[in-house]
């Protein structure tokens, strides 16, 4: 198993930029996908981007392409996301995820789930 705990979100004026981090614990973190998902009240959770083992291959959330970059520090047992020119829409709970799968926008196949940070961008 792994343990995830994210960091780093807050309140933002619209066009700021905030980075979340999230550090895992347990198993060894090399061997996990990662991803970013956000949920805001009353909608379901979201991807936002994710992150393969190596950190060789990413993928994007159309919403936040351009503007979000997800990347890894596997010595640090860390992944990241940089939120720049953040829109109010941007506002909900970040959660980051690990899965052995395969490197997917698909929240069902995350098997493990941090307590999410939250992120708000008022206009």
């Known amino acids: 198993q792994v343990q995830l705990v994210e960091s780093g979100g807050g309140l933002v004026q619209a066009g700021g930029s905030l980075r979340l981090s999230c550090a895992a614990s347990?198993?060894?973190?090399?061997?996990?996908?990662m991803g970013w998902f956000r949920q805001a009240p009353g909608k379901e959770r979201e991807f936002v981007a994710a992150?393969?083992?190596?950190?060789?291959?990413?993928s994007y959330a159309d919403s936040v392409k351009g503007r979000f970059t997800i990347s890894r520090d596997n010595a640090k047992n860390t992944v990241y996301l940089q939120m720049n020119s953040l829109k109010p829409e941007d506002t909900a709970v970040y959660f980051c995820?690990?899965?052995?799968?395969?490197?997917?926008?698909?929240?069902?196949?995350?098997?493990?789930w941090g307590q999410g940070t939250q992120v708000t961008v008022s206009s």
């Open positions: 995820a690990a899965t052995e799968k395969t490197i997917t926008p698909m929240v069902a196949l995350f098997d493990y």
């Open positions: 992150i393969s083992r190596s950190g060789r291959i990413t």
């Open positions: 347990g198993r060894a973190f090399s061997n996990y996908h």
